[in-house]
């Protein structure tokens, strides 16, 4: 109950950081501006030198933007409608958002991803919670060194994710991850089906 409810409060606490954390990075980015027009002097022109100081201070400005972005897109559920989404494209983001993760644990992460596979969910908002919890079950299953096998492919009207850990017919390392697992893919009707090694998602194709 204590870590349920510690837990809980990430989303809110989420949220409120990248609102915060903008407000800096915005003035950040003002201020290089103007230092910017300042440095052009007479001749309306950045010295070369100094211009390589500020675009590699620009790049790194927009990359934390756009990584506070990314995680709080998995982070922070805001429930969505139902419709369809890019089970393609939310794979291989999670897959970025997860990369420290694989690295941490030496573990190295095959794909074979079909491009523009398109699914429909009554809340197309849930497949990042798919993603996360059966990437990092595999991860959890895994040895340093192990491979993880990620296949997202069409079949037969639907659009299977596929997560395979070299871990077999050990014991479940996760059993609250598999339950919550089985318990929203019963609500929203996808299937779902666990077999040593092999998670496996089934989404109604869009």
């Not at 915060?20 to 030198?49: C, F, H, M, Y």
């Not at 596979?117 to 996360?132: C, T």
């Amino acid at each position: 109950m204590v870590g349920a409810a510690r837990y809980s409060a990430v989303p809110t606490l989420m949220d409120s950081l990248l609102h915060d954390v903008r407000n800096p990075l915005n003035a950040l980015s003002i201020n290089l501006e103007v230092l910017s027009e300042k440095l052009k002097g007479e001749t309306g022109q950045v010295p070369p030198s100094q211009e390589k100081n500020l675009k590699a201070m620009r790049d790194q400005i927009q990359r934390v933007d756009g990584i506070l972005r990314q995680f709080s897109d998995f982070i922070v559920f805001r429930g969505g409608a139902a419709g369809e989404a890019s089970l393609s494209e939310v794979t291989r983001r999670s897959m970025d958002v997860l990369a420290h993760e694989s690295r941490r644990r030496r573990i190295k992460v095959q794909t074979a991803i079909e491009p523009d596979l398109r699914v429909v969910l009554p809340d197309a908002g849930e497949l990042s919670f798919f993603l996360i919890q059966t990437l990092l079950r595999a991860f959890g299953r895994s040895e340093a060194g192990g491979e993880v096998h990620v296949t997202v492919r069409a079949e037969d009207g639907l659009v299977l994710l596929e997560v395979t850990d070299p871990a077999g017919d050990a014991p479940e390392q996760s059993l609250d991850t598999v339950a919550a697992l089985e318990l929203r893919c019963a609500q929203l009707g996808i299937g779902f089906h666990i077999r040593a090694g092999l998670c496996r998602l089934a989404f109604k194709r869009a």
